[in-house]
């Protein structure tokens, strides 16, 4: 009988406080390698405390976090604030905290969509590269587990659904698993195999599907996108479609849907 694979990340039973507030009341979630997790909540949920707890720097009043040991952690910060009076350019920006080579720091921009854009100065980019730019530097230390902080805030709708697709092609290529959060629901990765929906305490995880259909959801979000998540996927994965219904990872609830 195989071993269970140790997970990269773990939260158990973690509540994290600010003074007399609990602002995570009993967590407990698990990456494992590989696979792509989405933590999905409205502003004030406490969905960037949560990361940042995963990331050691705010400490649980309760519960454990475990690391797999020498875990090496790509984070992907939500804004960068560049001084626009000190030109930077992006090679330079990918030198920062530690050096890399031209050959390094080309192949994170290759892998990103930034080929050939080392010499741009970072003031210059669109906010869309600027992510992607990121995420190169995020890259560089070989991640196993990459670290997204609401990558997409300030894209627009076709510049969410290209760099989700570009962190989809990452994970391909690379194998990190990815933990990202957002609080849009217009986009959630059709890639997520997971998405754990927050609000000071997990209310549903599953599927997309199944998630975007389960009542917690509903009340926590309302029914502006009709209760469905959009999601935005490839061609291929039409192909096996036999209706709405349909529910990969065999979850077959299509008795139970209700119907928007």
Same mark, same amino acid.
């Given at each position: 009988?195989?071993?269970?694979?140790?997970?990269?990340?773990?939260?158990?039973?973690?509540?994290? #406080?600010?003074?007399?507030?609990?602002?995570?009341?009993?967590?407990?979630?698990?990456?494992?390698?590989?696979?792509?997790?989405?933590?999905?909540?409205?502003?004030?949920?406490?969905?960037?405390?949560?990361?940042? $707890?995963?990331?050691?720097?705010?400490?649980?009043?309760?519960?454990?976090?475990?690391?797999?040991?020498?875990?090496?952690?790509?984070?992907?910060?939500?804004?960068?604030?560049?001084?626009?009076?000190?030109?930077?350019?992006?090679?330079?920006?990918?030198?920062?905290?530690?050096? &890399?080579?031209?050959?390094?720091?080309?192949? $994170?921009?290759?892998?990103?969509?930034?080929? !050939?854009?080392? !010499?741009?100065?970072?003031?210059?980019?669109?906010?869309?590269?600027?992510? #992607? &730019?990121?995420?190169?530097?995020?890259?560089?230390?070989?991640?196993?587990?990459?670290?997204?902080?609401?990558?997409?805030?300030?894209?627009?709708?076709?510049?969410?659904?290209?760099?989700?697709?570009?962190?989809?092609?990452?994970?391909?290529?690379?194998?990190?698993? &990815?933990?990202?959060? *957002?609080?849009?629901?217009?986009?959630?990765?059709?890639?997520?195999?997971?998405?754990?929906?927050?609000?000071?305490?997990?209310?549903?995880?599953?599927?997309?599907?199944? &998630? *975007?259909?389960?009542?917690?959801? #509903?009340?926590?979000?309302?029914?502006?996108?009709?209760?469905?998540?959009?999601?935005?996927?490839?061609?291929?994965?039409?192909?096996?479609?036999?209706?709405?219904?349909?529910?990969?990872? !065999?979850?077959?609830?299509?008795?139970?849907?209700?119907?928007?």
């Amino acid at each position: 009988m195989s071993l269970p694979t140790p997970s990269l990340i773990a939260a158990d039973h973690i509540c994290i #406080r600010f003074g007399a507030d609990e602002v995570l009341h009993d967590i407990s979630l698990t990456v494992q390698p590989g696979e792509i997790v989405t933590i999905l909540g409205p502003n004030g949920s406490g969905k960037s405390t949560l990361l940042r $707890a995963l990331l050691g720097i705010v400490p649980a009043a309760e519960g454990r976090i475990t690391r797999q040991p020498g875990l090496r952690i790509g984070y992907v910060p939500q804004k960068l604030t560049i001084d626009r009076t000190m030109p930077i350019t992006v090679r330079r920006f990918l030198s920062l905290p530690s050096r &890399v080579t031209d050959a390094q720091a080309e192949e $994170a921009l290759a892998r990103t969509g930034m080929a !050939g854009q080392g !010499g741009e100065q970072m003031t210059t980019l669109s906010g869309g590269q600027l992510q #992607r &730019v990121l995420l190169a530097r995020a890259l560089l230390g070989r991640p196993q587990i990459l670290m997204l902080d609401e990558p997409t805030s300030g894209l627009d709708q076709p510049g969410e659904a290209a760099f989700y697709r570009l962190i989809e092609e990452v994970r391909h290529q690379t194998g990190a698993a &990815v933990l990202m959060i *957002s609080h849009d629901l217009h986009v959630v990765m059709a890639a997520s195999d997971r998405v754990i929906c927050l609000n000071g305490h997990i209310c549903c995880e599953g599927t997309p599907r199944v &998630v *975007s259909t389960a009542p917690e959801y #509903r009340a926590l979000f309302g029914l502006g996108t009709q209760g469905a998540l959009a999601l935005y996927r490839h061609e291929h994965d039409h192909a096996h479609e036999d209706g709405p219904h349909h529910h990969h990872h !065999g979850h077959d609830h299509s008795h139970d849907h209700p119907h928007a």
